[in-house]
C-alpha cells in the first residue's frame, strides 16, 4: 500500500448572497439538514453548515457575503450521488413541483444524471451510479420517465458498442491497483 495520503473531498463551501433563500432550496427541495449556523468567526458573514448523512456534520457550508454584482458561480457544479433511479425520479419530481427547472438529462453510460440550478445559480446535477464503465466524457439523452428496465436494457446497450466497455466493478479493481501501487 502507498504510504502518500489520500485526500478525499469531504465538504463544499459555496459563498452565497441569500441566506434564507438558499437554505430553504437546500433544506426543503434537497432535503439537507442543518447541523449549525451562526457568524463567520472573522468577517461575521451567515454560515450554515448542511448535511443529508448523520455521520458528517456537514457536506456543504453555505457562507454570505458573495457580492450582488456576483454574476457568475466559482464552481462548475456540485454533484449529489443518489442510490438508484426511483430516488433521481423523486427528486425529478420534488425539483419540479418547487417550480426548478431541469436543464439536462445526461447518460454517461457510468451514471444517469440530472442537472439544474439553485436560486442563485450554482449548477447541480443529481446523479446515480450504473454498473458499466465506457470512457469519459460522455453523455447522451435519456428518458427517466422510462421504467427502470427500459433505461437499464437501453444503457447497457449502448455502453457494450464502446469498444473500452468495462463493468463497473472492473473498473475500480484497476483503479485501486493504480492508485494504491
Known sequence: MSSQ????????GLNIRDAEKMRDFYTRVLGFTVTDQGPHPVNGCPMMFLSTNPEEHHEIVLIGGRPDDAD????????????????????????????????????HGNAWSIYFADPEGNYLELYVHTP???????????????SNEEIMRSTEQLCREDPQFMMETDRKAKARQTMLN
Not at 495520503?5 to 463544499?12: E, K, L, V
Not at 465506457?134 to 428518458?143: K, M, R, S, V
Open 5 to 12: 495520503p489520500r485526500p478525499r473531498i469531504g465538504h463544499i
Open 132 to 146: 458499466w464503465y465506457i470512457p469519459q466524457p460522455y453523455g447522451t439523452a435519456f428518458d427517466l420517465d422510462q
Open 72 to 107: 457568475y458561480s466559482a464552481t462548475q457544479q456540485l454533484s449529489f450521488l443518489l442510490e438508484d433511479l426511483d430516488e433521481l425520479r423523486q427528486m425529478r419530481d420534488s425539483l419540479v413541483t418547487n417550480g426548478v427547472e431541469v436543464d439536462r438529462y445526461a447518460c
